[in-house]
């Protein structure tokens, strides 16, 4: 059963070949015998999750859900706000909050008779690629336990990769779906910014912040995609006025579908084994009939330094809410209310997540605001209007997701500029807002996953799932399984 | 640029943090490296072109300004460190 795509197992459960609370109860064995070696979980909702199996598989005989998830399993990373379950960011300062209510997405999926059986393990607040600044200790990879899992949604990437759940919901900033998707070997699906709720998603950067899933296989991120994206009264910068369907048949050939690929990206600091995999999906949807096309894309230098100063300055403000009066972490030391706030945040935050703080204060304050802040607002202008322009040349782009694959834990952790080097591929779609799917296209010399992205215009998602579904039906790295001493 | 003792005692004091000596150090130094490779912006010709703050134009999707019942009281102490039913609780700010 492990093994079943999600939307099979929701089929079974539909044709009464297995019931909820035997999927809910296979699923939570896997994450006890597993957690221990990986440290995917933060929290498992067992008792809530079995009780829930129940209830949902009543309603489904009754007829009374019938979406195409109903009665699967799913893990939430850990900054998507559940009710009356423990919701911590991977952070000290939110140790016991428990949320009064459940994010927009949740309240979908649990519409949809899904059912969540625990938070997934992150970087602190979701800064970080590699899973390894959390408060909670470190994602491993299931492909090598000594190597890391990428991040932020480390913990969502690596619970699929491992069979602990069948599907996942992570968030992207700045890649934080589709690096952990490229390094643990599975799927993910970044939405245009505004086609999901943000609301209940603890915030780091707002105008750069979307939930996505993550599976095996796209169809799978496809059916999520489609229960949680629309408007939200509560969101108002969820835009789309239409949901998605994804209910196009298989295309066996990509007749028409033009595909950019950028040249440059396939030199300099790239991992030989990670260009060639790369380059080789590209040779794969030109041989289902894509056109694959090369060009330069434009600004590559300037995305990484435009992505930080702004993520960090939207950090800097979204972070002040952290107060020790409200909720989270309040430093027992403190006596003045100044020492409230100032002790509470240095005691409560990891160094990441200050190091981020201190940054965006930096960009952010006089005389140093428009050299920076303005600069990179600036910059971010110049990326999206170059993304407009390529996207009347091209449908989508195809282009690596990280320059290497999994690293070994501890790498990167001390060089922080080296990490954000590491997103080099992501950062520029978050700054326009666009459409991305990450991929499984092969293994390097050590065995290690490689993926790649396809990047669409805005709400293309239609789109990129029809090309990624006919590279997932003639390739099988997304069939692969890790295996090792932890299995 | 130039990241010394005095700038990031001023960048604690906008964060509203307290950093170790250790912590100090080392974010002088990873602070250092960092602008200066974002720096690199200046490179750039900026001139004229508009600031971008968020991904499109259209922003706001508004809702109809109806009232509608908010969490209770009792909801939204029940995260706080300190409460006592019925006001979050903070030191004393007026002598």
Known sequence: MLNMTALALAKAIRAKKLSVTEAVAEYIKQIEQTNPHLNTFLTVSKDTALARAQTIQAQIAAGEITSPLAGVPIALKDNISTLGIRTTCAAKMLENYVPVYNATVVDRLEQAGMIVIGKLNMDEFAMGGSSETGAYGTVRNPWDTERVAGGSSGGSAAAVAAGEVPLALGSDTGGSIRQPCAFCGVTGIKPTYGAVSRYGLVAYASSLDQVGSIGRTIDDCAAVLSLIAGPDDNDSTCVISKTFTFDTPLLERLAGFRIGLPRNYFAGGINADVAQAVLAAAKELAAAGAQVEEFDMPLMDYMVPAYYIIACAEASSNLSRYDGLKYGYRSPAAETLAEVYRLSRSEGFGLEVKRRIMLGSFVLSSGYYDAYYKKALQTRTLIKQAYDRLFERFDMILSPVAPTTAYKLGENVDDPLKMYMGDIYTVSVNLAGLPAVALPCGFDRQNLPIGFQLIGAAFSESKLVSAARTYQHRTSFHLQQPGGAWV | MEIDAQLIAYLEELSCLILSEREKQRLTDDLREILNSMA?????????????????????????????????????????????????IAPKTVE
Do not use: K, Y
């Open chain 2, 40 to 88: 690199r912006l200046e490179e750039l010709n900026t001139t004229g072109v508009p600031e971008r703050s968020h991904p499109f134009d259209n922003v706001n999707a508004f809702r109809e300004d109806v009232v509608q019942p908010s969490l209770s009281r009792e909801h939204i102490l029940q995260n706080a460190p300190a409460h006592n039913s019925e006001f979050f």
